[in-house]
């Protein structure tokens, strides 16, 4: 699995698409994937997102996401989103929280890892 | 030697941290100064206790006045961290402007430790606009993070647990 990361509208996908030859079918957005899908050789995007419909769902978005792994996704995009102030909302809390954790987690088990910033990626694994 | 270790929420700052104190021989000193409110801070504090329990570290709690630490000399220290120090200073101390305060304290702590690993935080990249208030404490903070990161050795930069070397002084970022 190919780990993808970096802050809103820097051109993640754009890169993915580009660099891994991505068709537009393979795509799975966050908000559209559900736990079960199949999603072996698709590329996630927008995963912060399903880790907030997770958490809304009351499930929990880290086991949820060490059994997608073993379904083999090609690629998983992810926003950074813990570089500002702590949020005034416990569930905006749980979700930055949430979201760190997973991505350490997805870090930890991607094959590569590249932040893209301004549409450039930098290698941070693989 | 001095390294700043910077990076958002949950990115393993404090880890990251951790294992370059643990690198070294010397006596390990882990200054907190966030102040436990609530449940959630309980959890955090909890949580960062049993990460640092088995790797020997002596915990001195300093929400504030950092230069007051009771350390001994030569020792490898971990300040974590200095948003935290600079929220403590501004609104539980009172003091508008603790820039040069808190740069005093990390030039104590320098010289008396061998080691001094300084965990901060990034705050200012979310692109909201927030009180007067509390951008005047990420201005505060950012002015304070670039000083800091002036006199250190090493700048670490954490990304979901991974390490951008920001100075190439312990290892390349590639």
Redesign the interface.
């Known amino acids: 699995m190919k780990?993808i990361?970096g802050?809103a509208f820097q051109g993640k996908l754009d890169y993915a698409a580009k660099e891994y030859k991505v068709n537009k079918c393979d795509i799975i957005k966050g908000e559209e994937l559900t736990e079960n899908m199949n999603v072996e050789g698709k590329c996630l995007t927008e995963y912060h997102l399903f880790i907030k419909k997770m958490l809304l769902e009351n499930k929990d978005p880290l086991s949820i996401t060490e059994q997608i792994i073993e379904k083999n996704p090609n690629i998983i995009i992810m926003n950074?989103?813990?570089?500002?102030?702590?949020p005034m909302e416990?569930q905006d809390?749980i979700w930055?929280?949430q979201?760190?954790?997973v991505?350490?987690y997805?870090?930890?088990n991607a094959q590569t890892?590249e932040?893209v910033i301004c549409g450039i990626a930098?290698?941070?694994?693989g | 030697m001095m390294i700043l270790v910077t990076g958002g929420s949950k990115s393993g700052k404090s880890k990251t941290a951790e294992d370059i104190i643990c690198n070294s021989d010397q006596k390990r000193i882990y200054i907190a100064t966030m102040q436990p409110y609530g449940d959630e801070g309980q959890k955090a504090i909890k949580r960062h206790r049993e990460m640092r329990k088995e790797k020997g570290f002596e915990t001195i709690e300093q929400y504030t006045d950092i230069e007051n630490a009771d350390i001994p000399e030569e020792s490898a220290v971990l300040l974590e961290c200095i948003g935290n120090l600079c929220a403590n200073e501004i609104f539980s101390n009172g003091i508008s402007d603790p820039t040069e305060k808190i740069m005093r304290g990390i030039k104590y702590l320098q010289n008396r430790s061998s080691l001094l690993v300084v965990v901060t935080s990034e705050v200012s990249s979310d692109g909201i606009e927030y009180s007067e208030s509390t951008m005047k404490y990420m201005k505060i903070l950012c002015e304070i993070n670039r000083r800091i990161a002036l006199q250190s050795d090493e700048v670490i930069e954490t990304v979901f647990g991974r390490i951008i070397s920001h100075k190439d002084f312990l290892m390349g970022s590639k």
């Open positions: 780990f990361v802050g950074e989103i813990g570089s500002g102030i702590i416990k809390r930055r929280e979201v760190g954790r991505g350490c997805l870090a930890e890892m932040r930098v290698k941070l694994k």
